[in-house]
Nanobody, 129 residues
Framework: QVQLVESGGGLVQAGGSLRLSCAASGRSIGSYVMGWFRQAPGKEREFVAA????????YLADSVKGRFTISRDNAKNTVYLQMRSLKSEDTAVYYC??????????????????????WGQGTQVTVSS
């Protein structure tokens, strides 16, 4: 099983930017779809973004399209989430997750937390208005 550790969270003003990183260990993530989810207090965990094994396909939630970008560097066993034009509603704990699939074929499945096999502990992102 792959172990995941997120970093890069913090406090930022509305309109600002952050880049989250997810470093994997234990095995290569080169054959995994990787995803980012977030969970705000009192809310369910929600899908943010996913990327196929080679970065050829990305899929983002409507709420972050045009503002967030997901990318990966398999040589570094790391996935990134670049967040721009942050809003107060982006405040949440952000989690990285790994799905033992190569491709994003069923976007409905990709959005489901239950599809993912490994999870990180999360990193807090707080956007002040």
């Amino acid at each position: 099983q792959v172990q995941l550790v997120e970093s890069g969270g913090g406090l930022v003003q509305a309109g600002g930017s952050l880049r989250l990183s997810c470093a994997a260990s234990g095995r290569s993530i080169g054959s995994y779809v990787m995803g980012w989810f977030r969970q705000a207090p009192g809310k369910e965990r929600e899908f943010v973004a996913a990327i196929s094994w080679n970065g050829g396909t990305t899929y983002l939630a409507d709420s972050v399209k045009g503002r967030f970008t997901i990318s990966r560097d398999n040589a570094k066993n790391t996935v990134y989430l670049q967040m721009r034009s942050l809003k107060s509603e982006d405040t949440a704990v952000y989690y990285c997750a790994a799905d033992r699939k190569l491709f994003i074929r069923d976007t409905s499945a990709t959005e489901r937390p239950s599809e993912y096999d490994s999870w990180g502990q999360g990193t807090q992102v707080t956007v002040s208005s």
